[in-house]
């Protein structure tokens, strides 16, 4: 019971629902939320890229990598999810049930007056959550639905 009770937890830890909340937070707040909510990934700074600049997490098991993009500004300006493939249909009842439907494999949602885009591409091996703004601006802003 235990263990399974573990493995519950560790499923759940992996949840790409708190991606959406770091689009407008600086690198620093990022890193706290990630190591407070999402203990099960690690962060990597075995990397290099001279274009972008972004932190990258990695699951335990090596399943699940998450690329979080800053701007210019310091802060999150989007987000990318790689996943194995053997995730995707619990992944897009989990965007289903979030947030709004915009299409195939497409949601948008509400978030500190932006409006966020989330789409998701499958592959064969793989697929991607990409989180971003979108050129619309909002009134309100914590709305999960756009």
């Known amino acids: ?5 573990y493995i519950l937890i560790l499923l759940f830890s992996f949840s790409t ?5 770091f689009i407008g937070l600086t690198d620093e707040k990022i890193r706290e ?3 407070a909510e999402n203990p ?12 972008f600049r972004y932190l990258k997490y990695v699951s335990g098991g090596g399943d699940e990598t998450w690329l979080i993009f800053i701007g210019e500004n310091g802060k ?9 493939s053997t995730a995707v249909a619990g992944k897009i009842k989990e965007l289903g049930r ?3 439907s915009a299409g195939d494999n497409r949601w948008d949602f509400r978030s500190r007056g932006d409006e966020i885009r989330v789409d998701l591409k499958n ?13 619309k601006r909002v009134r309100s802003g914590n709305d999960r639905a756009a």
């Open 40 to 51: 099960g990934m690690n962060l990597d700074l075995n990397y290099r890229n001279d274009q």
């Open 33 to 35: 939320i990630m190591t």
């Open 123 to 135: 592959e064969t091996y793989f697929f991607t959550i990409t989180y971003r703004r979108t050129d």
């Open 76 to 84: 999150c300006n989007g987000v990318r999810i790689t996943c194995d």
């Open 1 to 5: 019971m235990r263990r399974c009770l």
């Open 17 to 21: 629902a708190g991606a959406q909340d």
């Open 98 to 100: 979030l947030y709004k």
